[in-house]
């Protein structure tokens, strides 16, 4: 048996936990805006084996890494437009826009619902948006390697001719009082109408506050996109506090726009040329997300996401943690039976919806394209900026995470 997600029986009477109105509900998002060390304090209880405790089960966020992945590439009417917009310089400021509003959800107060699952290998997701034009785009992920955590994903809009395909292996490192994470690999978002690749260097997430001081989510070091075909290219850094963020459009080397703002506000473009011609690109104030669409449970297989973890996701929503820390026990313990199972027999794993094109990256990725392409060409990102996580200058403070390689894993138990 691969996994041990439960039966349709139990699964039906248990679905309601994924009512979109309420599945992504975190709780009291300031209730742990403290060290996470007075939170872990705070958290213990009387008679509690400490050769057990990991880290304080306020972190974890009951969905799966690959649905993590999906809420930051969700697609939106400005991406849609870039679609049919002619002129290229307002592709890449709408490329921008569209980039810009999905990292606006990260900032927040404390670590409330911060670690998504660990997914298994071989673990899906699939989910779809309806678009107010009538178009639909359709996401498809798949982790294809488990050690190192490797995630394949696409996205396509056949009407829009738009189309993500995106590898990322998942990298952290503690740095004293804060945590980077990145996902570093081939992110590229195709508009075949122009015969356009824009790849996509994310910034990295920050966890702030690990030990002292108040703890916080925001972005750090630089967000770039770039196309290759017009010259057009975005490099936003997010160093500064208060998650405020600047930057430029370039046209090879000249500075065309100004990005100025911060994510819980707004962001401005600024014309170069015009100090005084500007516009907001967003207003978190009014900005407004679709909602993605995921099969019923009942209905998915084995390996999709929900099903997979439904059994912890369900005694974490239900407010049962130390149910919900023996379940992913359970399901961890399984995949390293298997695991090992597969080692003993000589046996390797096949992936399922992606193929390995034996490619790599600058920073030893491996690139993988989703099989129902078939022949037809990737891309591979060139920019040198290609990696900001390889490009941080490591402190004293600095250790490489060392469970899998340099994932962190802040489980229940």
Known sequence: MTTIAPDNTQLAKEAHIYDPKTFFDKGEEGKDAGSVLFQFIKSLKPGMDMTSIMCPTFCIRPISFLEFLT???????????????????????????????????????????????????????????????????????????????????????????????????????????????????NHVLELTKFDEAYEVTWPTMVARGILWGNARIEHGSNLIIYCAKTGYKTQVNFDKSDHKLSGHIFKGKDKIYKIDGELTGQILLIDEKNK??????????????????????????????????????????????????????????????LAKARKEKGETWSTKLFDDTHQRTATNVPVYTYKEDGDRPFHMVHND?????????PGDDTKEVEDGVGQIDLDLD
């Open 71 to 185: 809420i930051y590439t969700q697609p939106n009417s400005t991406l849609l437009h870039a679609a049919s917009e002619t002129n290229a310089e307002k592709r890449m400021i709408d490329m921008a826009t569209w980039v810009l509003s999905t990292l606006t959800i990260t900032p927040q107060n404390g670590f409330a619902g911060i670690k998504p699952y660990n997914p298994i290998l071989g673990e899906e997701f699939h989910c779809h948006w309806d678009h107010d034009d009538g178009s639909q785009t359709v996401l498809h992920a798949e982790q294809v390697s488990h050690h190192p955590p490797i995630t394949a994903l696409n996205f396509r809009n056949e009407k829009h001719g738009i189309r993500y395909v995106s590898t990322g292996e998942f990298k952290a490192k503690f740095r004293g009082n804060y945590v980077d994470s990145a996902v570093e690999g």
């Open 276 to 337: 005084h011609n500007k516009q907001v690109l967003i207003d978190h104030a009014t900005q407004k997300r679709e909602k993605y669409i995921v099969p019923e449970i009942t209905t998915q297989s084995p390996y999709d996401s929900r099903r997979v973890w439904h059994t912890v996701t369900y005694a974490i929503k239900t407010g049962d943690l130390d149910k919900a820390a023996k379940c992913k026990t359970e399901i961890e313990e399984h995949q390293r039976r």
């Open 385 to 393: 900026s290609s990696s900001n996580f390889a490009n941080l200058a």
